[in-house]
């Protein structure tokens, strides 16, 4: 017996010697060895760029700076590399990160905007260009993609999202992890993605930014966490705190989160950095009553990166030696850093090669227009569009019709006005010969309260034979901090909607905002309206295309349209409550003098009835399209097998179009109220006029389930229904049982 053990025993050490541990885990240990506790420190600490400064210079050199952010002087980032390099004491590079969200000089639509094209291949295309130009100098670490499931359109950042849905979040949010992170991060063309914020940022009460979030545990992992989780699964090298608190705590000392669901749940093994001064924050949030504590706290909850809060290279010496933190706790949060350099390249690849022909490439240009084509969303049409034939003169109006600068919209730090497409330009360029083109701004920008102008610009409109108006947002009015209370058009746009509608002449709306805004009365004095977020660089040419029937839209709401801003929060996936609305009566219609009974009563608001003004995944084409009765490969399903739902969608119009088929699934019976639809999947398909395609959808019970109290996911068996349709409120369901 005791032979045996003996053998065993030496077997296994062999075995174990002979498993070579992964190359870059060796070169860690190598590095880390020599390592001297500021030099870890170091690590931890990022700063912003300050160019060539003395003070930059020496605290590189002295290894006190493991990455810069916001430094895009390709001269100045080899530079400051160099130091790092060749003059400190390990050689150890630094990693340059900056904000490429969507798009670093090629500018593409705001994420909100790539999300309603409903086509992940924009997005990842798009995340490559900008992956490519970026480290033409020298940045190898965006932080993107930004998967906060936003419900609440007064929050500015939503513009930065992939809109109110989990399932539409993570599929967009692994789509951009690729882009830019390419085959291989390794690959000097590839940039580090991170997933932010993390997490459940999206929740910030009342739509304003970094605000408070109360999210049970059971709605923290049905919403707010599988975006981040797909983006695991894509392989994202980082991941990035959030500002806000979760039920009282800070993200950025929440061991929860980064330990618990992120590290051991997840197994991540990137890096987690934190929000901008988030870890010092966590004294203004009340947890801590210095930045010794919060670096304690931030340590302790598994924040790898400091960005900007000082409080790493201020505090973590001294609670090491005043043994408040292991060393080699430290360890493993300098290891993950250096993972991540290592995976990057840049230890053997530390420098970029200036290539200033890296910017604005032809198939760049073109695949930020097709994503704008695609991004661009038809709310209503009027048979007015595509304007063909039979007009002799258009006048373009609005503030938005030439204004470079505010199509790119928000985290556009890079963008070039000079070289954005502006609608008026392409038009005037494109039909310019073919048509009178009349062009008068009537406001100079969206917050324009100086009204003089309007009235040149309804005289053009009368001289014209339709009106091209082009509303909506600065892009300044979203973003980070740039939250609204009031959705409707700023300035006077309103105003001068109405007076280009009393010039009876058909107005086509075209919306470039950075969220959804409240324009149902705009709408209505409209003929066609036409919403294209901040559609980039090449906004212009493709909203031209769009116009004038080059392209037919395909895009579709990533978020549901409010008709009122008290209607938020308003989304397709919600609970049907015990009463659902019903026999409403509203404002209006409440007879005078009546008398209050309980009775009837169901969910909704007197002054706005229960629907929103345009449900998520809604918008319409040039064509039409039909959708057959959706037939199911089963009506019962166990456990280990797949349901197949077939639908087959006819163009029926006269346009070769893209159709966005959606499938929900509702879960009828389960220990919890579940939503009346969830988004399960979605197939844009491209149908010539009168083509048919048959679209077919799997699920199990793999994805019918949803997170319990006991932090544990499972479908439960019961009645289920699926639809195959439109958009979130069409549609018949067909009901199957899980056994
Ligand atoms: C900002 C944002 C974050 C961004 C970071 C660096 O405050 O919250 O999304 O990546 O700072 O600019």
Redesign the pocket.
Known sequence: MMRRNILLLLMAVLLVSCVKKDPVEAKIDALLAQMTLDEKIGQMNQLTGMGLSDDMKQQIKDGKVGSI??EVDVNIINNLQRIAVEESRLHIPLIFGR?VIHGYKTIFPIPLGQAASWNPATAEAGARVAAREASSVGIRWT?AP?VDVSRDPRWGRIAESCGEDPYMNAVFGAAMVKGFQGDSLSNTTSIAACA??FAGYGASESGKDYNTTWIPDVQLRDVYLPPFKAAVDAGAATF?CS?NDINGVPSSGNKYLNRDILRDEWKFDGMLVS??GSIDQLILHGVSENQKDAALKGIEAGVDMD?MGFVYISHIKSLIEEGKVKESFIDETVRNILRLKFRLGLFDHPYATPDTTAFYKPEALAAAKEAAVESAVLLKNNDILPLVGQYKSIAVVGPMADAALEQFGTWSFDAEPAHAITPLKAITDMYGKQYNIIAEPGLTFSRDSNATGIAKAVAAARKADVVLFFAGEEAILSG?AHCRADLDLPGLQNQFMSALKATGKPVVMVVMAGRPLTIENQIKDASAVLFAFHGGTMAGPALADLIFGKAVPSGKLPVTFPRMVGQIPVYYAHKNTGRPASNIVTIDKIPVGVFQTSLGNTSFHLDAGDKPMYPFGYGLSYSTFEYSKVTLSAKTIEKNQTLTAECTVTNTGKYDAKEVVQFYVRDLVASLARPVRELKGFDKVFLKAGESKTVKFEIDASNLGFWHQDKTYYAEPGEFQVWISKDSQSGEPLNFVLK
């Open positions: 952010l916001n904000d932080f930004m932010k914020h990035m500002f929000d901008w960005m980070e």
